[in-house]
């Protein structure tokens, strides 16, 4: 399986209804497939995708999220206008974050590659599975249950 890692990035000014068709044909998969993967009604896809839906409530973010294997971040962004972010990425180091807050902005710059506190990488996947990481929300991995905060090893 391979997945672009550039497409389901949201566009300067892209609705959400033109993303969520964007990201789901670069899937090569139906609304039907979406709709069955995000857990959501195949009807409610489809108002998404003519751009009757603009709100998204939170199980179907998260559902849409998954089944187009974007951040829900992104999917959030576009689907309240905000600009998101051609210079925002999901970045975080896994030493100094902190599970389920917000990463720091100097982690998530488009340039940032070290953490700002301790110099370590910064990673956008897990780091077990390497399935992109959809939600700084989680504490875990959905793919594999890895925790994202790297275990410290010493005492
Ligand atoms: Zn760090
Ligand atoms: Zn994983």
Not at 24 to 39: C, F, I, N, T
Not at 60 to 74: C, F, K, M
Not at 116 to 137: A, D, T, V, Y
Request: some cysteine; overall charge positive; glycine content about 6%.
């Amino acid at each position: 399986m391979s997945i672009s890692e550039h497409t389901n990035l949201p566009q300067e000014q892209e609705t959400l209804a033109s993303f969520v068709q964007r990201v789901r044909a670069s899937l090569g998969l139906s609304q039907h497939e979406v709709a069955l993967k995000a857990g959501i009604h195949l009807q409610s896809l489809g108002k998404i995708e003519r751009g009757l839906t603009s709100r998204l409530n939170y199980k179907t973010l998260n559902g849409l999220a998954l089944a187009l294997q974007t951040p829900v971040e992104y999917l959030d962004a576009v689907s309240k206008g905000l600009p998101l972010a051609a210079t925002t990425e999901l970045k975080f180091c896994p030493h100094c974050w902190t599970p389920g807050t917000a990463p720091d902005p100097l982690w998530t710059h488009a340039r940032a590659k070290f953490c700002c506190f301790c110099g370590f990488q910064l990673i956008n996947r897990c780091p077990s599975c390497s399935e992109p990481i959809s939600s700084m929300k989680f504490r875990f991995c959905p793919f594999c249950g890895c925790s994202y905060k790297a275990k410290t090893t010493a005492g």
